[in-house]
């Protein structure tokens, strides 16, 4: 694993720790083990299959690297993101948007450094889809549990049409 991933796991923790609403941590708990079982499921079931992407590797092997983003970079950015998500409908879109924003700029530069690789049909597009989807996503379930869970399976099902898993 490159030091670039180390980077980003400290920063993800100073940012947890600094932006992170850590005196109600309890009640965003449930939320970041969907985005943590999310990510996981995804691995389970490309790795019988095929992958659509995947993170660069060298110091750790493949499953050290989706345990370090699957168990705590992705929780904890679930966690920020819910810790300051604004009360009125203007700002929440703003917000998401950002949000949106800094997660395709991290990967683009990801995907130009090496860090990320794309596979069988996957590109930048079909990730703008998906965090459009995921924010919102995560924002649903922290409110409604079982509707997000529903939603989610609905559209894991269709990604698992559209990319020939089934």
């Keep these: 694993m490159s030091l670039l991933h180390y ?3 400290l920063f993800v923790i100073i940012l947890a720790f ?3 609403d850590w005196k109600n941590w ?3 708990y449930p ?3 969907y985005v943590s079982l999310s990510s ?3 691995e389970f079931i490309s790795h019988s299959h095929f992958h659509l992407w995947e993170l660069e590797k060298k110091l750790l092997n493949l499953m050290g690297v989706h345990f370090l983003h699957n168990l705590i970079i992705n929780p904890l950015l679930g966690f920020v993101f819910l810790s300051r998500y604004p009360s009125n409908s203007k700002s929440r879109f703003f917000y998401c948007a950002k949000w949106i924003v800094l997660f395709l700029a991290a990967e ?3 995907h130009r450094i090496g860090i990320i690789t794309y596979y069988n049909g996957w590109n930048i597009g079909w990730s703008l889809l998906f965090v459009l989807i995921m924010f919102p996503m995560i924002r649903l379930h922290y409110l ?3 509707i997000a869970l529903l939603l989610s399976v609905v559209i894991a099902t269709i990604y698992l ?3 020939d898993y089934l």
Excluded: D, P, Q
Aim: hydrophobic share 55%.
């Design 40 to 42: 996981f499921v995804y």
């Design 161 to 163: 049409f559209l990319f």
């Design 26 to 28: 309890e009640n965003y």
């Design 108 to 110: 683009w530069i990801a």
């Design 7 to 9: 980077l980003l796991v």
């Design 31 to 33: 939320t970041m083990l």
């Design 144 to 146: 409604h549990k079982r």
């Design 18 to 20: 600094k932006k992170g």
